[in-house]
């Protein structure tokens, strides 16, 4: 199998290399792009970056990080490159990017998603879908590259990783190899802080008055509670789960809105319950759009008038109250 150290010494050949990654660059990806582009820029190859388009909270981890990725300016380039793929299942998933591959005289690809290699037509790919994120992959094999990586982007990677296995639930033995040798060399607490968004003040707020608000049911034990905003249905449902609740009814929206979110705590998803079966029959019966998953469903309906949805907002919590109630007594009890 061709090695990363084989493609940079092509790339150190040509002089030229551009790293891209999937659209909507997740930390991920950014990470791992940040990487190779740090690799091969040690090796004194000119370094550029195409990113279809960057996440939110990736711009938010690279500014305060300082990291700068510089973008290629001309595409499609004006010399001869190499291009090395990160933390991409498929070429469409390039965006704007992809256009790229066609000209590249030699391709890497390093990634973690179930795909068939033979999409990138090259030797040179590293796809491990045993591995929980491409930072992984990334870091692995850079470590036969390199001993040590400068503070920021040790911290970007560590980053990366937390995003990508969802702060190491999901995780392989090669995460915590790499960990081992990213965190020393990084700032850990700063990696993992950096990916906290606090909600915004009127998200807190609707959290805050829909917990005050709640009603409590216990049904054999089981607690469900109910409440009504009028934003941020789904963020009020899973903090109601989040603080005890097996059950969550958030019914809102306003003006002519009529919303309802609908969550359930994992013991009880466990037991088999399937509140998109629920949420889908009151759709069928009063109209409206309804459906989801067994422990995460919403509702949506458009009213006449901001009276007529007033009306369908109480409806629409006495019928989820008493279905919800109903098929925990039929089932569970
Ligand atoms: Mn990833």
């Given at each position: 199998m061709a090695s990363l150290n084989e493609f940079l010494n092509l790339s150190a050949k040509i002089g030229r290399i551009i790293v891209t990654a999937h659209v909507n660059a997740d930390p991920d990806a950014v990470a791992s792009a940040a990487l190779i582009g740090y690799l091969a820029s040690q090796k004194g190859i000119e370094v550029e970056y195409c990113f279809d388009s960057v996440s939110a909270l990736s711009k938010k981890v690279l500014s305060n990080l300082e990291i700068k990725l510089p973008l290629a300016s001309n595409i499609p380039p004006d010399k001869p490159y190499l291009i090395a793929v990160c933390d991409t299942a498929a070429p469409q998933l390039l965006g704007k990017c992809e256009k790229l591959l066609e000209d590249a005289k030699e391709i890497l690809v390093i990634d973690?998603?179930?795909?068939?290699?033979?999409?990138?037509?090259?030797?040179?790919a590293f796809i491990e879908p045993e591995e929980p994120a491409a930072s992984v992959v990334t870091a692995y094999h850079a470590k036969s590259v390199i001993d040590r990586l400068p503070n920021q982007l040790a911290t970007l990677l560590m980053s990366g990783i937390l995003y990508d296995t969802r702060r190491f639930l999901e995780a392989s033995p090669k995460t915590f190899h790499v960990m081992e040798w990213l965190y020393p060399q990084g700032n850990y607490t700063l990696a993992y802080s950096l990916l906290s968004e606090q909600p915004s003040r009127s998200e807190r707020i609707a959290k805050l008055k829909g917990v005050t608000r709640a009603v409590l049911l216990d049904v054999c034990g089981y607690i469900v509670a109910v409440t009504q905003v009028s934003a941020y249905e789904a963020a009020v449902a899973r903090a109601l789960v989040g603080l005890g609740a097996d059950i969550a009814i958030v019914v809102g929206g306003s003006g002519v809105e009529v919303r309802a979110s609908l969550r359930a705590s994992r013991g009880l998803l466990e037991k088999g319950l399937s509140l998109d079966v629920i949420i889908k029959e009151i759709a069928e019966k009063i109209g409206g759009t309804g459906g989801g998953h067994p422990g995460a469903a919403g509702y949506n309906y458009r009213e006449r008038n901001k009276k007529a949805a007033r009306k369908t907002r109480s409806k629409v919590t006495r019928l989820l109250l008493v279905e919800t109630v109903e098929s925990i007594l039929s089932s569970l009890c």
């Open positions: 973690h998603h179930a795909v068939r290699e033979a999409v990138w037509h090259t030797k040179f």
